[in-house]
């Protein structure tokens, strides 16, 4: 088998790069060098093309808080060896000077300059739009027809499973968020369906404090774009409210503070924000979880498993009803306050 070393030779030579040592760490190496200590990170060819344009975009915007992507030679972004692509950056020591918190808070401003710096208005075919909110609704519906008929099944049976016990006890909540998301979907529609565009940015593609990374003079900086992509400013936020809430039960006030930070440095629009609270509210793992389990025949069903993994999806669901909740309650106390000092 190949050794590291020899192996990225092929890869380095086009930087003039000569490695002396190579540690691996999975799909990322440290390189000690004639040139310092690098991190090489392979590349899947399918993310390659986007990678390299979001990239030059956000330098190009004079988005500069992330690690360094070094160009070749002859001024290429990345190198094509043995099937793969592979890319060069500094290797940044990465020693947090904050507590959790406040790394989260300056992910998050760094978060709304890079969508702020790369946002642009796309024009949007108003049949989409509608075909989007009508194929949304009809599926929702349906879902909200299940959980109602399967709370029905559910309360005539003699003695329920544990399973559905704990489901009839959930039932309200999740009924509850499934209308409220509907409401703000049903919003957005009503204020978006004359508009003509609708706001874009480069999105990160996988947030996490994993991916933001410190040097040695405490300044943060984004890594690994590979997923990056032109899509609404919600794409990052979503996957990581959802991996984030998806614990034990807690009123997740800082959550509230980091997205607080975000929307004041990324000012939202009125129909962006319904929208987002629409996803964000919306039950869908509690449903996919019971829907998997009336769809399983009885005598395949693991009881223990799927009741487990219910409560953890009911957390995550009351997690996100508080962050919700917070966010509502404090857009309504900012119109008050508007219409009151407008009259």
């Not at 039960?249 to 509230?256: A, D, L, S």
Request: some cysteine; overall charge neutral.
């Amino acid at each position: 088998m190949e050794q590291p070393l020899e192996a990225l030779r092929p890869v380095l030579q086009p930087y003039g790069v000569e490695p002396y040592f190579v540690e691996s760490f999975g799909k990322i190496s440290k390189v000690f060098s004639n040139k310092g200590t690098l991190a090489v990170k392979k590349l899947s060819p399918q993310n390659g093309v986007d990678f390299v344009r979001n990239i030059q975009t956000l330098f190009q915007r004079g988005y500069n808080r992330i690690v360094p992507i070094y160009p070749t030679l002859d001024g290429r972004y990345a190198v094509w060896n043995e099937g793969s692509l592979f890319y060069v950056m500094p290797w940044l020591i990465n020693q947090d000077r904050e507590d959790r918190f406040e790394k989260h808070q300056k992910l998050f401003r760094e978060l709304a300059r890079l969508h702020t710096l790369s946002s642009q208005d796309v024009k949007i075919d108003k049949e989409e739009r509608e075909s989007h909110y009508e194929l949304l609704t009809t599926r929702w519906e349906k879902e909200q027809q299940f959980l109602d008929e399967y709370i029905d099944t559910c309360e005539r049976v003699t003695y329920m499973s544990p399973f559905q016990y704990h489901y009839c006890m959930y039932y309200k909540d999740a009924s509850q968020a499934l209308k409220f998301s509907r409401k703000m979907l049903d919003e957005w529609y009503e204020e978006t369906k004359d508009l003509e565009k609708v706001r874009t940015v480069i999105t990160h593609g996988k947030v996490s404090s994993e991916h933001f990374l410190y040097d040695d003079r405490g300044m943060g900086y984004f890594h690994n774009f590979e997923q990056s992509k032109v899509a609404s400013p919600f794409h990052d936020l979503l996957p990581f409210l959802s991996r984030t809430l998806k614990t034990y039960p807690k009123y997740y006030e800082e959550c509230v503070e980091w997205l607080t930070t975000y929307f004041h440095h990324f000012a939202v629009r009125n129909e962006e924000r319904q929208l987002f609270m629409s996803y964000l509210a919306y039950p869908s793992s509690v449903i996919a979880v019971v829907e998997k389990y009336f769809h399983t025949p009885k005598h395949k069903r693991n009881e223990r498993k799927s009741l487990k993994k219910l409560q953890r999806h009911y957390w995550l669901l009351k997690n996100t009803e508080y962050v919700v909740m917070r966010l509502d309650e404090m857009e309504r106390q900012k119109k008050e306050a508007e219409e009151a000092s407008s009259s």
